[in-house]
């Protein structure tokens, strides 16, 4: 699959924001970010999923994806569609308001979220839907491109079998889009070209920008690493770049290519030695009023 992140590299100046959803490998210069669109990437928040005062269970090892989400819509709680907010018979601050709904949406009425497991994507799906609908607005768009099963009832947001950047980088360009990113954690199997996936995480999207080499730097928050150990953008980036070649091989057996898939690496994204990152799926969202 050919990547419009390595054809658009060049052309980008500063934050590539600025992109319309008919972008493709082709196209021209894109006019330059707005400040709107500058300003959302730098808006949107940046929780850590260890916070001792978040009361998380089992001490918010596996709340990536509930505070990957909460980032997006406490973002958009402060920028046009504040009933997002939790309820409270108290104001509550930023931090507080965050909390609150972490909590909510790790919730067996949302997400669902397994402590020791985790969210999968169809529960993700299924609670942002939930969340803000309940909340008097509506999901534009709720879509997901990915490999990774999300049941039944969720196959009307399913577009393809793996993430497609023009998609993901369009969902960035419109002010009421959000973009979730989810990568499995793989190491080399037991014989060469195999590999095993041991584990994910969920990501947080906001933005790019041109950086010198093949592609942008893609603009994350990562909960796994506290805002407060993040010293510049630059740290909080990573790229995609065509995954090893091989086989991913599953507990009972079965076998997946790796063929068309996305390596994430970078600063923003560090892990165990002898692991790696690769792209299993996405998923965006677009809000908006009744």
Same mark, same amino acid.
């Given at each position: 699959?050919?990547?419009?992140?390595?054809?658009?590299?060049?052309?980008?100046?500063?934050?590539?924001?600025?992109?319309?959803?008919?972008?493709?490998?082709?196209?021209q210069?894109?006019?330059?970010?707005?400040?709107?669109?500058?300003?959302?990437?730098?808006?949107?928040?940046?929780?850590?999923?260890?916070e001792?005062?978040?009361?998380?269970?089992?001490?918010?090892?596996?709340?990536?994806?509930?505070?990957?989400?909460?980032?997006?819509?406490?973002?958009?709680?402060?920028?046009?569609?504040?009933?997002?907010?939790?309820?409270?018979?108290?104001?509550?601050?930023?931090?507080?308001?965050?909390?609150?709904?972490?909590?909510?949406?790790?919730?067996?009425?949302?997400?669902?979220?397994?402590?020791?497991?985790?969210?999968?994507?169809?529960?993700?799906?299924?609670?942002?839907?939930?969340?803000?609908e309940?909340?008097?607005?509506?999901?534009?768009?709720?879509?997901?491109?990915?490999?990774?099963?999300v049941?039944?009832?969720?196959?009307?947001?399913?577009?393809?079998? =793996? $993430?497609?950047?023009?998609?993901?980088? *369009?969902? @960035? !360009?419109?002010?009421?889009?959000? %973009?979730?990113? #989810?990568?499995?954690?793989?190491?080399?199997?037991?014989?060469?070209?195999?590999?095993?996936?041991?584990?994910g995480?969920?990501l947080?999207?906001?933005?790019?920008?041109?950086?010198?080499?093949?592609?942008?730097?893609?603009?994350?928050?990562?909960?796994l690493?506290?805002?407060?150990?993040?010293?510049?953008?630059?740290?909080?980036?990573?790229?995609?770049?065509?995954?090893?070649?091989?086989?991913?091989?599953?507990?009972?057996?079965?076998?997946?290519?790796?063929?068309?898939?996305?390596?994430?690496s970078?600063?923003? =994204? $560090?892990?165990?030695?002898?692991?790696? *990152?690769? @792209? !299993?799926?996405?998923?965006?969202? %677009?809000?908006? #009023?009744?």
């Amino acid at each position: 699959m050919p990547s419009p992140l390595r054809s658009l590299a060049a052309l980008i100046l500063g934050l590539g924001l600025g992109l319309a959803s008919s972008i493709q490998s082709n196209a021209q210069q894109p006019p330059p970010a707005s400040p709107a669109l500058a300003a959302k990437a730098a808006g949107v928040p940046d929780f850590w999923q260890y916070e001792p005062r978040g009361g998380f269970a089992n001490g918010g090892r596996d709340y990536c994806c509930p505070v990957a989400a909460s980032n997006y819509l406490l973002y958009f709680a402060q920028h046009g569609y504040p009933n997002l907010l939790p309820n409270s018979t108290q104001p509550l601050s930023p931090f507080q308001a965050q909390i609150g709904m972490i909590n909510q949406l790790a919730s067996r009425d949302y997400f669902g979220t397994d402590p020791r497991e985790g969210t999968g994507p169809g529960a993700v799906l299924r609670g942002v839907r939930r969340y803000v609908e309940e909340s008097g607005y509506q999901c534009r768009r709720l879509e997901y491109e990915g490999w990774r099963p999300v049941g039944s009832a969720q196959q009307a947001a399913v577009r393809a079998r =793996l $993430p497609q950047h023009d998609w993901l980088l *369009a969902a @960035l !360009d419109d002010p009421d889009g959000a %973009v979730w990113l #989810n990568v499995g954690w793989y190491e080399p199997g037991n014989a060469p070209g195999e590999w095993k996936r041991v584990g994910g995480h969920w990501l947080t999207l906001v933005g790019w920008k041109e950086e010198t080499g093949d592609s942008p730097a893609l603009l994350i928050r990562n909960s796994l690493i506290s805002a407060a150990r993040v010293p510049d953008a630059a740290a909080s980036t990573v790229r995609l770049t065509p995954a090893p070649g091989g086989q991913i091989v599953f507990p009972d057996g079965t076998r997946r290519e790796t063929a068309g898939m996305d390596q994430v690496s970078g600063p923003g =994204l $560090p892990m165990k030695p002898g692991h790696y *990152a690769f @792209l !299993d799926a996405a998923i965006v969202l %677009v809000i908006g #009023n009744r």
